[in-house]
């Protein structure tokens, strides 16, 4: 098994932080919990066009998205689910909640963490 300390180490930052979206969540605010959660799966977007392949690391997290799918990287249904998980980050970043629900940012948060663990391990 091939051991990377980087990836462990970028691991547990954004478990620490998916704690944190967690913690705003549970206290009422679901649009830092959004905001933080969108952060962890920018970064993990960006660490991913890193490790493949005439795949570069843009500006933008759907172009990002795009390119990872089309590289095979994960297939159109998580493609899918990014885009949804963006809408919401860019909503809540864009000062806009009222496009999106506890529950929604809840999901997020969950599907980030699934993410992380799937792509990174």
Not at 90 to 98: F, I, K, L, Q, T
Request: proline share 2%; aromatic share 6%; net charge negative.
């Amino acid at each position: 098994m091939d051991f990377r300390k980087d990836v462990l180490v970028h691991a547990e930052v954004f478990s620490d932080e998916l704690e944190q979206a967690d913690h705003f969540l549970a206290s009422g605010y679901k649009t830092p919990a959004a905001v933080t959660a969108g952060v962890v799966l920018e970064t993990t977007l960006r660490k991913l066009c890193e490790q493949t392949d005439n795949v570069e690391a843009s500006e933008k997290l759907n172009k990002m998205n795009d390119d990872l799918a089309k590289a095979n990287v994960y297939n159109k249904m998580r493609a899918d689910q990014v885009r949804a998980w963006a809408k919401i980050r860019n909503s809540a970043a864009h000062g806009h909640p009222g496009e999106f629900e506890d529950g929604d940012v809840k999901l997020m948060i969950q599907g980030v963490r699934d993410f992380v663990a799937n792509q990174l391990s």
